[in-house]
């Protein structure tokens, strides 16, 4: 199993581009989530997924689209690149609610 | 979720016992206590998860009082490897949303 995968690794936009990062996991995990790290901080939640079909906002979703298709695949898309959304954006899965998650390895993106 | 509140940070030597003591005084019924580590440029990889008393698997021991307003995450002889940052999360089993801190950043020195 791969587990939990995102693309790129890294990212430079410019203000006002629009990219999609993308987030797949091979476990069949119904819940999926997006979160993003600023430094020194610890990780706030943008939105998340209880299955295919469901979404639903998190702690910081303004700036931040998601939908999910597919079982595997969560994808974040960014409307409107903005400086303050130069951050870690760490995608996770996990079998149930409130059991271990498993996260990505991160997509760092830096908004000029 | 219930607000946690863990060290900003805590120095070690190797093969000495570390351990991090979170405090969660609004803890509800329903919650449990999970930690993550997180090392450098990483996602948070699950340690730990723990209702009452006292968990223990390969990596770590979580240690929990009767009144569970506080846990102590317990590692073990560390590593220079250990170094990370540790999270201490509590929250419903049926809740999702995961809420992190700022984590208490463990040094590791030899």
């Known amino acids: 199993n791969a587990g939990v995968t995102q693309t790129p690794k890294f990212q430079v936009l410019k203000t006002g581009q629009s990219m999609t990062l993308q987030c797949a996991q091979d476990?069949?995990?119904?819940?999926m989530s997006w979160y993003r790290q600023d430094p020194g901080m610890g990780l706030r939640l943008i939105h998340y997924?209880?299955?295919?079909?469901?979404?639903d906002q998190g702690e910081v979703p303004n700036g931040y689209n998601v939908s999910r298709s597919t079982t595997e695949d969560f994808p974040l898309r960014l409307l409107s690149a903005a400086p303050s959304q130069t951050s870690v954006y760490f995608c996770?899965?996990?079998?149930?609610?409130?059991?271990?998650?498993?996260f990505g390895p991160g997509t760092r993106l830096t908004v000029l | 979720l219930a607000k946690t509140t863990q060290p900003i940070s805590m120095d070690s030597y190797e093969g000495q016992e570390v351990n991090i003591t979170c405090s969660h005084n609004?803890?509800?019924?329903?919650?449990?206590i999970t930690w993550y580590q997180q090392f450098p440029s990483q996602g948070p990889r699950f340690i730990i998860q723990?209702?009452?008393t006292k968990v223990t698997n390969e990596v770590a021991s979580l240690f929990i009082p009767a009144d569970r307003k506080s846990s102590t995450l317990s590692l073990p002889r560390v590593s220079l490897s250990d170094t990370a940052v540790y999270y201490c999360?509590?929250?419903?089993?049926?809740?999702?949303?995961?809420?992190f801190g700022a984590g208490t950043t463990v040094t590791v020195r030899a």
């Open positions: 996770a899965s996990s079998r149930t609610t409130g059991a271990d998650a498993f």
């Open positions: 476990m069949n995990h119904e819940y």
């Open positions: 997924s209880v299955g295919a079909g469901i979404t």
């Open positions: 609004n803890i509800a019924t329903n919650d449990y």
């Open positions: 723990g209702y009452k």
């Open positions: 999360l509590v929250g419903d089993m049926g809740d999702y949303k995961l809420s």
